[in-house]
């Protein structure tokens, strides 16, 4: 998730509506595809432009889907549709925030989501026109995730064909919406991983990974929070466009996003709890590598002292208090009796300070 | 309390309402009793199928208590009672946030408990349907929640045959609240006893068990504060269906919620509390094995140099400066003198800077 | 303040407006007595039951007071004066959030408050239930916590007794809320106390005296939020019971009530703040002890080196460059030199570090 | 700024408004002055009571001074313009927080401030009693504060005199919320101060000069809170005494407070982030010292044990093994190059490690 | 970013609408141009002084620039158009709070930018007056700020000489806000590189490094809240100087504030949390320097002690037990192996421990 601290901005200065010179270059052919539906019947099909949309028809519904950010064709929706051009420009500079904008004619909606990708995450923008009559998607690029939608409407199972298309809308959002769901559930694992490996063993491929996880857990709630706004604006919004059957659903998906949010913040205090454990962590394998230590110094520091005592070359021979214990015949038992008792003393008041 | 981060969720883009395939498969059978009291008379029965609930009749009380998920029978409720299908969703998708839903001809009300069970903690969602003349209530598995709540029934102690549902609904409420307290009990004393061990000796185990609290305080916290919402949206709704008698009994449970969460807030803070006084002990603890060392080294260090001074092998008779102490006759003594001088030095300055 | 980190709660399940069994066993006698003073008089007499309370008459107001939690007497309380069985469990049930209650005929206030007793502080819940000519107050236990309003009453003193009950009330909660002043001045002195000791040398015990500070204002903090919403809305009521004048006597409490949530979070902080002062003067210690270790050892070392080198056996007759030096007439005053040399670089290098 | 943690609070239980001993007793002299001025004129002079005060006049503004806490003069202030008794307790009882609030024929103002005052901070409130033609402040002492306000009032400069009271009282205000930012300004200082100090070395002074800046920012954050609240209430009321122009003003001064507080907070995350430095450059400089001590025994440790070896007493003729090298002619110098070798072989080890 | 931790603050006392005697002082001349343009033409031009702007005429736009603070001129607006005394104060006084003010006939707005400037960062203020056919631009100083707008202007593309001034006004504001974007991205860049740094080896710059972003990011968050507060009240309040278009594009501008603020917010978690990463990876570290001296002194000490032993000088032929090992022809091999076998089992343990 490196790519998108924040949205793609136009050199400061640009005027309102420009969609910026980078993307033109970066875009990608545009993809249009057009399903036609009624509670009778279904039909897909390619357009090569916005010109073949159909007019809207009484009954009809019309998914136009556009996929890619090519802005000649982008700026017929303008001409077609009468968007605004600062929709367009939110349209492309993708890594905007969640919201919902009500243009009389048409609501605009932009949702975001985060999805497993090969072992990292990937961000996509989508947005939504919701005409009567006509609802436009705009994706970033090709992706799956909206087939179990498209798969409801081609085979046409229970009432899929004869929603509106404001439910095809909240379908969509209740899609993008609950793919954080399996991101989170993985990111919880992972700090389940962590810290138990945290509370065996710190290591610092463990922090490593914490934070990542944390710049992670910061994406996500940077994205989360506008996302519930967003629902929670739509379900309380006027437009006549959302029917209150559709607006039922929203309080659901609105469920999901403030449980969403929770489970970001549950995980963000996990993961600032597992810093300080590492940190526990470490200073308790430090107390432990310093007690080794200090037993060891403790212990033989006095003996090595004493060997050094008897080591001294004092002649003997000077006088009776020069060292006579060399010449004992028992000197050298007794130095070695000394120094084991020394050494079991200092073993027993380290036990007794529980230091083994 | 390792199971329920989050709510059991279902693949991203199927249709809403749908009850997940897992939980299918997982379903055991479904267990419907029915309770039937009024002022008179209290009769409690097993049925097969909700087919044989009795119409509703007045004055007649009901209360149709299901036990497990059983997706086949708990269709029925939509046929039989016209319940919305994303209710059933959350009714068997546990883990839901406490909620309270009106659908006009009745109220839906989830809410969550965790319970003392052989050491370990166990969630359990409660959801209820609360219709004129009809209370159905949804367990996950057969409990004793309950219990207390039809032995007054059963009894017919003080008035407890002549409360409505709305009261039953709210007794309900009142002992899952309750449940609460007994576990927050619990967690607080482990914290005065972590705390306890800590202020004595820090431990690892101390450690683990206080991260093992801070998780199942961060879910306790969660789970308490849409109780809070609940029960506060619950007395303040405008339905038919709750009585001022049981709003006024409700404010009563809203306090308690209320309390639970200072109780979990307080914990919190104790926890983290914890946490810091954890490392303030082992920071202690590291001062007093470094000041052993360091007085023992600071000691026995001179006095190895010393010894080893007089340990080396110059010759006495090459000159009258080399090394002439070896042969004096008071030359061990004075050695051993210097450094009993040395080390009592020593001590005395450690001793001034408060280090024994 | 050990006890009461929660309200007393009964087993879940217990019927509402139930008091508990717990407590009727620990309760003790419950005294009576009844204060009967308008303008002219003031009498004061102790009752044996609440059957002697005397019928509400104009300009008469009665002040009834009830210490203890006799249930058998407080269930009269519901007879004689209507007051709502759960009212009766708040007041029983001790440890509950200050809240006041408006039940039409009369207005339900908890207050709790903290006070100094040998050493230690003592919470304890007052609960006033105020109707029209008559106030009613219910003490946990005897105590002089009313004693300068009595006097004040019984000396008739300024305007005493022409005061109404409301005004009563709102001096009863008055010297309740002041209470706390003394409390958390004497906590303001400890924390400074033991910032200077901390400042000097940090100590365990400062350490054991911080938490148990910290665990107080935890408790003060959870008491005086609710306090002060508590005075806030007896404030903002529209009870009739609470006349104008009152209300603007009420407004100073409420400022008292804000400094006092404001004193609290100011010594949280200081708390706080000096668990990170505690962790960085044991940092600075140990940065010391670590200092003379090294210091030790780094001149010690290789001084002991080159004593073990002169200390080495090699035959000086074998060769040339077999230790030659040993049987020099300066090779001793020269070694000792080079340690000598050794010693006073190094002294000079820590010197120049800064170490001394 | 150490005597202002909370107000000076009366012992629990006395009456309301009651002015406490203490201050009876602290009290000095008050000085009454009185300034009279109009578009015309200016007069200045000292009165021994406030009898002297004249009538109100069309036209007239009267600015009486009170300064100091004298409560049997303070008491004339409820008999002569009828200040309600809970007002003139907390003008005497200093430390409040400060407020508005509106008695209809008066604003009773209180507005606190610090001032630097030979190196410490001095907090002083000021209470000011806005009735229609007369403004009456109370300072707790004598005090330069109001100086460039009575310079400007005599001078008679650009419309100084041509003001109402409302605007004199917001010069008032606004003069004493500016004093907070030279206050400020010499706290931000003094924290870049420690700032370059702690990066440079981290020291015990830093730390305690840390300490009691924190403590200065606690009381100003405590301070400035409820000054915004005031500011604010006062240009929202709907007093006649304020005058749309004023409220204009206000709106200035309601800025300042906000960005004094900005400020205030901005400086206690700094000092918190310091706090975070000097822990950080403790760890820091014990990582450098314990590198020393690591190297240096690292270093001299197996050096020392060779020189043991060739130290020990093994008789070289016992056999062929027996410490032959001692005979070598080459021996000693093979000693010296291998201990050599060894150094250079740990110096290298510790280069590639970077810890020289 | 040093300068501008508060506002440029007067003398506490000087009366309001001062221009500060300092900013007389730095005040460099000003600079004075006109542009005129309508939706046929377009013209600017350098004025000597305010007498030279032309009256309003229906149609004509004028876009008056200034650039400094000469306190003459600036006066001059007070005479020529009405601007009240705080405004000018406002203007002169930067560093003030981004803010919008309503005077009926203008509209006075605030606005803070930062740029890159030579590595470090420049706060710049810009003050708007918005008259009805007048827009007048107040700078710090020359700079290429609103360049591309001018440039826009000047060519006369699109509809840029067909917008009204509120439109021109919204541009310029959104051109300020749009400079925040390049300053936090490279801030995001730095702290990414200090989190690589710091992962890899922990080192004293980057500590010094993240203390000069925090205190950047920690003066951009005391910038940009009150820039989203200006925003929002710029766009909801219902002064008719602002036309609907241009409320809708200044939506646009509150989301680009909005996500500013959450950059920033983001950008300061992270750098907290790095800080915590220095610390845990020198308590890492340090964890690696003991483990290295602990591993060193554990081995060599017992061998030392070993060698010690055998160093002492017993006379072997004071008896039989007298060190007779001294005379054994495998006492030397013996000796060595011994040490060798205490070398390898304290490597072995080790190794074991996972110390290697």
């Known amino acids: 998730m490196k790519r998108r601290t924040m949205k793609r901005f136009s050199t400061p200065g640009t ?24 509670a009778e ?58 919201k919902v904008e009500d243009y009389e004619s048409h609501l605009f909606i932009i949702v975001d989501t985060v999805r497993r990708n090969d072992g990292s995450y990937q961000e996509e923008q989508v947005s939504l026109l919701l005409f009567d009559g006509l609802l436009i998607s705009v994706q970033e690029r090709e992706s799956d995730l909206f087939q179990p939608i498209e798969e409801r409407l081609r085979s046409g199972r229970g009432k899929a064909r004869a929603m509106g298309l404001d439910l095809l809308a909240y379908a969509i959002i209740d899609t993008v919406v609950d793919h954080y769901f399996p991101v989170l559930e993985q990111i919880s694992d992972q700090l389940e991983e962590i810290e138990e490996s945290l509370l065996e063993s710190p290591d610092h491929e463990d922090l490593e990974a914490l934070y990542s996880l944390k710049r992670d857990l910061l994406r996500l709630r940077k994205a989360t929070w506008p996302l519930r706004e967003m629902v929670s604006g739509l379900g309380r919004g006027d437009s006549h466009l959302m029917g209150p059957e559709t607006r039922l659903y929203l309080r659901d998906v609105l469920d999901h996003t403030v449980q969403i949010m929770e489970v970001v913040e549950a995980c963000r205090e996990m993961a600032t709890s597992l810093t300080d454990l590492y940190v ?35 002649n003997p021979e000077a006088g009776r208090l020069s060292m006579p214990e060399l010449n004992w015949a028992w000197g050298y038992p007794f130095a070695l009796g000394l120094m084991a008792a020394v050494a079991i003393v200092m073993v027993v008041a380290f036990k007794r300070r529980g230091w083994f």
Chains 1, 2, 3, 4, 5 share one sequence.
């Open 41 to 98: 019947g279904y039909e897909e099909r390619r357009l090569a432009s916005l010109a073949e949309v159909p007019p809207a028809s009484p009954g009809k519904k019309l998914w136009l889907r556009l996929i890619g950010h090519d802005p000649v064709l982008l700026n017929q929706l303008t001409e077609r549709f009468g968007v605004h051009p600062l929709v367009l420009e939110d349209v492309v500079n993708v890594g905007q925030r969640p």
């Open 280 to 314: 526990s962590s470490l200073s308790n394998r430090m107390n432990g590598i310093m007690k080794v230590l200090t037993v060891i110094a403790t212990i033989f520091m006095p003996l090595t002292f004493l060997a050094g005592i008897w080591g001294m070359n004092f």
């Open 15 to 38: 005027a309102p509506g420009t969609v910026s010179a980078a993307v033109e270059a970066a875009a990608g052919p545009l993809a249009i595809s057009l399903v036609a539906f009624d």
